[in-house]
């Protein structure tokens, strides 16, 4: 009786070593890549940012329209016509002392 030598491949190693580094690049991919966990919590923070810069930028929108409305032809708020005619051109009365 002889024996039989069978060699054996490495052809499983390579699957399993090729299977394992497809998973690790996926895996990898999946955190760290540009679509990944760590992208995605930068573009949250970044969106939180944005929307608080929008809300403060629609509230000076709202002052500023406020303003405008109150100095247009329909309404005419003599108060703050005064107030913006002493901070811009420096107008000031004769019986007034300006200290700076």
């Known amino acids: 009786m002889s024996a039989v030598h069978t060699q054996r491949g ?16 996926f895996t990898f991919a999946a955190v760290q890549g540009d679509y990944g966990m760590f992208a995605r919590v930068a573009i949250n ?20 329209q406020n303003l405008t409305h109150r100095l247009s032809d329909d309404y005419l708020d003599l108060d703050l016509l005064d107030q913006q ?5 420096g107008y000031m009365r004769a019986d007034e002392i300006a200290i700076r």
């Open 85 to 89: 005619t002493r901070d811009v051109l």
């Open 45 to 64: 923070a970044e969106a939180e940012g944005l929307r608080a810069e929008r809300d403060k930028l629609t509230a000076e929108l709202g002052e500023i």
């Open 10 to 25: 490495f052809g499983g190693l390579a699957y399993l070593v090729v299977a394992c580094g497809l998973g690790l690049y």
